[in-house]
C-alpha cells in the first residue's frame, strides 16, 4: 500500500515561515491535501489538490508537490498556527485513501 | 453549510459491536454528489481511514478493517452508520464522518468533517 512520510516535529519562530513536507514515491503524479488539527478538535481541510485553499483559509498556506516530496508552507507564521498537520492523497490503484503520520508544528 | 454529528455510545465492552451514526445536515446524501467516509484517530495517535460509503449502499473498507467493519446509509434519514465488530482496546479512538470533496476519479478530499467521537474499549 501507499506510504506517506512526515517529520514528527517542525519549529519555527513567530513571523517566519514553516515548510511541512510529505514524502512518497512519485507523490508528483498524485493530489495531496492538507489537514491541521489543534487539540481537542476536528481536522480542517487547509489545502486540497497540491496548493488550492478552501474558503476562509489564510493566503499564508500554501501548497507544492514534485517529484517524491509535497511541501506545505506557510508564511508569516503566528502563534494560532500552531497544531498537527496531515498530508492525505488518494491512490487510484487500490482507491485507498491514505494519510501521512502527521507533523507537530511548534512556535517558538 | 454542511454539518455532521456522530453519536453513539461512548463505551464499549470488549469483543462486542462498536455502532455509531452519523447525521448529516445542510446537505442531501442522496444528492449522489459525494462519498462519505469514517475516520479514526487513536488516542495521542494519527488519522486512519476507515473507509467510504455512496449514497447507493456501495462501500470500500481499508483492508486492515475489512473484515470488522460495516458501513450503511439511511437517505430517509440523512444519516450514515459504522458498525465494528470484535473490538480491542486498540480500537479505542476519536471516530469521525466526513464528507469526500473532489472530482470522481481524480482526486478525493476531506472537506467537511464530524467533531468527533471518543469511543473507549474496556470492560
Known amino acids: 500500500s501507499y506510504v506517506l512520510t512526515q517529520p514528527p516535529s517542525v519549529s519555527v519562530a513567530p513571523g517566519e515561515t514553516a515548510r511541512i513536507t510529505c514524502g512518497g514515491n512519485n507523490i508528483g503524479s498524485k493530489s495531496v491535501h492538507w489537514y491541521q488539527q489543534k487539540p481537542g478538535q476536528a481536522p480542517v481541510l487547509v489545502v486540497y489538490d497540491d496548493s488550492d485553499r478552501p474558503s476562509g483559509i489564510p493566503e499564508r498556506f500554501s501548497g507544492s508537490n514534485s517529484g517524491n516530496t509535497a511541501t506545505l508552507t506557510i508564511s508569516r507564521v503566528e502563534a494560532g498556527d500552531e497544531a498537527d498537520y496531515y498530508c492525505q492523497v488518494w491512490d487510484s490503484s487500490s482507491d485507498h485513501r491514505v494519510f501521512g503520520g502527521g507533523t507537530k508544528l511548534t512556535v517558538l | 453549510q454542511v454539518q455532521l454529528q456522530e453519536s453513539g455510545p461512548g463505551l464499549v465492552n470488549p469483543s462486542q459491536t462498536l455502532s455509531l451514526a452519523c447525521t448529516v445536515s445542510?446537505?442531501?446524501?442522496?444528492?449522489?454528489?459525494?462519498?462519505w467516509s469514517w475516520i479514526r484517530q487513536p488516542p495521542g495517535k494519527g488519522l486512519e481511514w476507515i473507509g467510504y460509503i455512496y449514497y447507493s449502499g456501495s462501500t470500500y473498507y481499508s483492508p486492515s478493517l475489512k473484515s470488522r467493519v460495516t458501513l450503511s446509509v439511511d437517505t430517509s434519514k440523512n444519516q450514515l452508520s459504522l458498525k465494528l465488530s470484535s473490538v480491542t482496546a486498540a480500537d479505542t479512538a476519536v471516530y469521525y464522518c466526513?464528507?469526500?470533496?473532489?472530482?470522481?476519479?481524480?482526486?478525493?478530499?476531506?472537506?467537511?468533517w464530524g467533531q468527533g467521537t471518543l469511543v473507549t474499549v474496556s470492560s
Open positions: 445542510g446537505g442531501s446524501i442522496s444528492s449522489g454528489a459525494h462519498y
Open positions: 466526513a464528507r469526500e470533496g473532489g472530482i470522481t476519479g481524480t482526486t478525493y478530499y476531506f472537506d467537511y
